[in-house]
């Protein structure tokens, strides 16, 4: 099993910026790729960008693109997503998940099978 844990969550001003981190542990070899989702309410969470944990081949939705960018250094295991420009509508909880066991060339939610426990961002106007 692979554990993970977000952190970089917090309180910003519009405009702008946070790198959230995403630190792997356990099985990391059995990793495909690592992504961020956001949840805001009770809604299901919602992609944001993915990378593949050996090539480090990144995809990004297009809410984000341009604004977020999704790194790896996997010597320490971790996932970083350096958010800039941030926005009110912005403000969620963030989540990041490993796929793993898994070679796919599109991922769905549901290939992402370890998730972290959350941090929350908080975008004030």
């Known amino acids: 099993q692979v554990q993970l844990v977000e952190s970089g969550g917090g309180l910003v001003q519009a405009g702008g910026s946070l790198r959230l981190s995403c630190a792997a542990s356990g099985q990391t070899f059995s990793i495909y790729a690592v992504g961020w989702f956001r949840r805001t309410g009770g809604e299901e969470p919602i992609f944001l960008a993915s990378i593949t944990w050996s090539s480090g081949s990144a995809e990004y939705a297009d809410s984000v693109k341009g604004r977020f960018t999704i790194s790896r250094d996997n010597a320490n295991n971790t996932i970083y997503l350096q958010m800039n420009s941030l926005k009110p509508e912005d403000t969620a909880v963030y989540y990041c998940?490993?796929?793993?066991?898994?070679?796919?060339?599109?991922?769905?939610?549901?290939?992402?099978?370890?998730w972290g426990q959350g941090t929350r961002v908080t975008v004030s106007s």
């Open positions: 998940a490993a796929a793993t066991w898994i070679t796919k060339a599109t991922l769905t939610r549901k290939d992402y099978d370890s």
